[in-house]
């Protein structure tokens, strides 16, 4: 029997893995799962024997206390149609731990079938993605962003990450047969593949953080010979990691430095080129605005594509600026001739605002570390962070660091975020275009400037004590599931939204409180009856 205890316990095991298979999928789900739960909890009654559970576990109330800092920081005056708004994205914080911990504790082998639920469910999605990806073109999709249909693609990726060390974590069961383990190894692959394909550079780096964390955790355990011989590895691939950044940076810097010739330069049809010195772009370490023949490249591309060279591509950008790019990733000459050397695949390419070629290659390292190389380099000469994903992320990062130096000890309240951060842009000049004037996208600076130094401090207590206080069972997981979290706060709000409130809030307390042992096992407590 997987379930042990009465009909409430059943359904309270099958409203949490309903609730972790609706992460990935569905908002509505997900608030339904909830209210399976709390009405089951409502209807098995005994209040008196789950009070006595809650006060034996006050780590719980710690970390639902950071519910209640939102509600005590709606001092006025605020925008209080936000701060409700922003209350009741935050309600697991406070439903979730309280209906956890007042329940009878899960056990080992009920937490792994909710686990499964979970990894279930980011592979069914996976599935959705993956054909999504394959006909992308006939469904009109032109960002890999909208390959994930239900969620944010990065939120999605953190769970793919989650879910694959979910996964390893069943490699050193020993029971396992061997098509079982067969079977864990594929679907652990697969969805590595998947964060190539949906070009989640967020998850990639999170999981790359997580097997170099993962290789630490278990070197403990061996021969300091084998420690030894492990942390030169980890050395070395770091090591190497930067030099390989670094020589595609001298890329950069070295094109910057070229020169155009010192006398006329004529294509092979016998027309002049034109060299912008001026302009200090640069794709793959060629420098963009040499070698232009835009009269030979209007006539070819016109002659090759249906999308004119004077209109738009379908991202809605210049679409000669996004050949001219193109050419050069490629090395070849802003005329007739290049253009002639394009394949198909390069014209679709090219229509679909793609402007390096090596933006098509799906499983490459070097085209993660250039784009962001690229962003830097554009911002550092043009100072233009608009459409610049990573750019951008440092400029909110900088704004919010400008909020929290006004409100540095008590912060600007719940429901003043939004309004901070556009009289902070308004202020700014040139930065960013106001339809990118958006929040931190960092949950540390935005806890700091929403509630101040104090609101801060007590919020990460109430968020790490808890949980290793409690941890128990299976400590690799829970590890795994918190460094996840941490890390994806540096990049993300990740509590601003439903499903990365009720992903990390989910797994949190089944981890800190679900799977636990009672605190007073010489007088345990009454089972809760119907």
């Known amino acids: 029997m997987l379930f042990k205890g009465n009909i409430h316990s059943y359904i309270y095991i099958i409203g949490l893995a309903l609730l972790a298979a609706s992460v990935p999928t569905s908002v509505f789900m997900m608030s339904v799962s909830q209210f399976i739960i709390l009405g089951n909890w409502l209807l098995e009654g005994d209040f008196k ?15 639902i206390s950071i519910f209640f800092i939102h509600l005590i920081w709606l001092f006025p005056p605020q925008d209080y149609h936000y701060a409700f708004n922003d209350i009741r994205i935050k309600l697991p914080i406070f439903i979730l731990p309280l209906l956890v911990v007042t329940s009878k504790p899960i056990s080992n082998k009920e937490l792994k079938y909710i686990l499964y639920s979970f990894v279930a469910s980011v592979t069914v999605v996976s599935f959705i993605i993956l054909y999504r990806y394959i006909f992308r073109v006939q469904l009109g999709i032109t960002d890999y962003r909208e390959l994930s249909p239900f969620i944010s693609h990065i939120r999605y990726s953190l769970m793919v990450v989650f879910s694959i060390f979910i996964i390893a974590s069943q490699f050193k069961v020993k029971e396992k047969s061997k098509t079982a383990t067969l079977l864990w190894i594929i679907v652990s692959v697969y ?3 998947l964060l190539f394909i949906i070009r989640a550079n967020t998850g990639i780096i999170v999981f790359a953080i997580m097997l170099i964390l993962s290789f630490l955790y ?16 980890i050395l070395a691939g770091l090591i190497s990691f930067c030099l390989y ?5 001298n890329s950069f810097i070295s094109a910057s430095e070229l020169l155009p010739p010192s006398s006329t330069v004529k294509t092979p049809n016998g027309n002049p080129y034109t060299f912008l010195s001026e302009n200090k772009d640069v794709e793959n370490g060629e420098r963009v605005w040499f070698f232009i023949q835009e009269d030979e490249m209007r006539k070819e591309w016109n002659n090759r594509s249906t999308l004119p060279y004077d209109d738009k591509d379908k ?15 490629k090395g070849l000459t802003k005329d007739s001739l290049g253009i002639s050397q394009l394949s198909q695949e390069d014209i679709s390419a090219i229509e679909n605002s793609i402007a390096n070629y090596t933006y098509t290659k799906q499983f490459s390292i070097y085209t993660i570390i250039y784009k962001f190389l690229w962003e830097f380099y554009s911002y550092r000469n043009y100072k233009d962070a608009n459409g610049q994903s990573f750019i951008q992320r440092i400029v909110y990062a900088q704004t919010a660091i400008s909020i929290i130096k006004k409100h540095f000890f008590f912060g600007v309240g719940t429901g003043n975020v939004q309004q901070a951060f556009n009289q902070e842009y308004s202020q700014q000049k040139k930065l960013l275009d106001k339809k990118y004037w958006l929040r931190a996208h960092n949950q540390y600076l935005t806890f700091l400037l929403t509630f101040g130094i104090f609101g801060f401090l007590w919020i990460c207590f109430s968020f790490l004590y808890p949980f290793f206080k409690n941890l128990n069972g299976n400590k690799f997981v829970s590890l795994i599931f918190l460094s996840i979290a941490l890390i994806s706060f540096v990049n993300e709000d990740m509590l601003e939204t439903q499903a990365g409130v009720t992903f990390i809030v989910l797994f949190y307390v089944l981890f800190a409180f679900g799977n636990r042992k009672e605190l007073t096992e010489s007088t345990p407590l009454p089972p809760i009856t119907n």
């Open 245 to 249: 950044t670094l020589h595609i940076w």
């Open 191 to 193: 969805l590595i593949l």
């Open 315 to 329: 991202k809605n950008n210049d679409l000669k600026y996004t050949l001219v790019r193109y050419l050069s990733s």
């Open 218 to 233: 278990y070197l403990k355990k061996v021969r300091p010979l084998f420690k030894i011989a492990g942390t030169a590895i």
């Open 49 to 63: 024997t789950k009070w006595k559970r809650l006060m034996q576990h006050k780590s719980a109330l710690l970390f």
